[in-house]
């Protein structure tokens, strides 16, 4: 082995036991001890390693990123189009993590519920909820004690006005946007998916509520027919909202 | 937007150990990768996604790691544009395998962004297993495995990449140099 060929195998590799270990590395290694010069740069070039990997290792991923991948979405209300279904990532995880989605318990009585009912349930289970000016607070709580979620009764506000608001989540579902949005009502926490009924999508509006029970979570998903939305509030089964809008 | 946890048990959950324990290298090797924040972040969250879908029945933590270095690999190359000089990997010179002692100095003088992106100017073929070398301190023959190429590829990768490198930080630390813009002195006088 000359030098030039032992400079290459030790570019790939450092001085500790465990390349050491390796038989090709090794024999670059004796090499380097049979011949000084090569020994130094080998000093050098594992010198400039450590440094490069020094700085490297200071990079910090962006605030948010950890909580976007466990909720599922952009910790962001900022909406970016990506190629990647992230928000599905929830899903998958919350199936991964060993939440089942099998029980469901639909009743069956509203147009296709079911995929947002899941994306709701398994989204919301992660446990996170998104913070909002008092303003939306109030205006979501005020929302469900006039009949909110009951048949017939439109949302508080267009898609555009939720996206707007400080604390809405805006998450691409299958190239779809869905909103979340999360306030408190009777001390409970609830959460609230909305998505636009594409036209031509084979649904008849039906203001019926359907509920999906899954453990001690409840969802139940409607058409918003005045806005042509479909709906999905999820949260405790014992929050006393349910009891009121089936 | 401020986004907290509701429930303090979540933390023990296995996936969101699998993410606190992996995320941040992802995504500087993401980083290193598709050279700008935002894709990163995809890439990283497009990797755990398939994890979550496919990839869970590893429960051995090493398998895991080396799992989602080598899917996020496998995402990035499927995301970009092949381009001419990816495929041209064999036309490359050989690289320049001296390190002087100002190289190290250098490096010790630039601060983390710099050398970031000295380490995206490097070829694309070279950065993946740069990075894996430098931040994960992973063989070549495991570099190998998780990018599935041959050991000699990697180990040539690994010295023409390192080459690239150190051209790209002498660069990158004499155009730092240039943007000092010496104060005009005051003709005919000293300044104050």
């Known amino acids: ?74 910790a962001s209300a900022t909406r970016r189009k990506t190629r990647f279904l992230r928000a599905t990532l929830a899903a998958a995880a919350a199936l991964a993590v060993g939440i089942s989605v099998s029980r469901w318990s639909a009743t069956a009585n509203a147009a296709e519920p079911t995929d947002l009912a899941k994306f709701a ?22 929302w469900l004690d006039e009949g909110g979620g009951r048949a017939g009764l439109p949302l508080p506000a267009n898609l555009a006005q939720l996206q707007a608001l400080e604390g809405c989540r805006v998450i691409d579902v299958a190239g779809r946007d869905v909103f979340e949005i999360c306030f408190q009502h009777e001390g409970r926490w609830l959460h609230l998916y909305a998505t636009r ?44 909202v349910f009891s009121r809008v089936l | 937007m401020r986004v907290f946890p509701r429930k303090t048990s979540m933390s023990s959950e296995p996936f969101t150990q699998l993410v606190d324990a992996h995320y941040a290298a992802l995504y500087r090797f993401a980083l290193s990768l598709a050279r700008n924040a935002a894709d990163a972040g995809d890439l990283v969250q497009q990797t755990f996604f398939i994890w979550a879908t496919k990839g869970h029945g590893l429960r051995e933590n090493a398998k895991a790691k080396a799992w989602l270095f080598t899917t996020l690999y496998r995402e990035f190359l ?31 003088r630039l601060d983390a962004v710099a050398v970031v992106d000295a380490l995206q100017e490097v070829d694309e073929v070279f950065r993946a297993p740069l990075t894996l070398f430098y931040l994960e301190d992973l063989s070549y023959r495991e570099i190998a495995d998780m ?18 490198l150190r051209t790209a930080l002498a660069r990158a630390e004499a155009g730092a140099s240039q943007k000092i813009v010496p104060f005009p002195k005051a003709a005919g006088g000293a300044s104050t």
């Open chain 1, 1 to 74: 082995m000359n030098p030039e060929q032992a400079k290459f195998i030790l570019s790939s590799g450092r001085r500790d036991e465990r390349h050491a270990a390796d038989p090709l590395f090794a024999e670059a290694l004796r090499a380097a001890e049979r011949d000084p010069a090569l020994a130094a740069w080998f000093e050098r070039s594992c010198a400039h390693d450590r440094e490069i990997a020094a700085k490297l290792a200071t990079i910090e991923p962006p605030a948010g990123l950890r909580e976007a991948i466990l909720a599922g979405g952009r």
């Open chain 2, 147 to 164: 990018l599935e190429v041959p050991i000699g590829t990697v180990m040539s990768r690994l010295s023409r990449g390192k080459a690239q």
């Open chain 1, 197 to 240: 009924i594409e036209p031509g999508e084979n649904l008849a509006p039906d203001a019926r509520v359907a509920t999906t029970m899954t453990g001690e979570r409840c969802c139940a998903t409607w058409v918003d027919t005045a806005h042509g939305y479909r709906v999905a509030l999820v949260g405790s089964s014992d929050s006393p």
């Open chain 2, 78 to 108: 499927r995301g970009r544009r092949r381009d001419a000089r990816s495929t041209s990997i064999e036309d490359l010179p050989p690289g320049e395998n001296e390190v002087a002692a100002e190289d190290v100095d250098r490096v010790r």
């Open chain 1, 121 to 142: 349930l398994a989204d919301s289970s992660r446990g996170w909820v998104h913070s909002h000016a008092d303003s939306v607070q109030n205006q979501f709580e005020r």
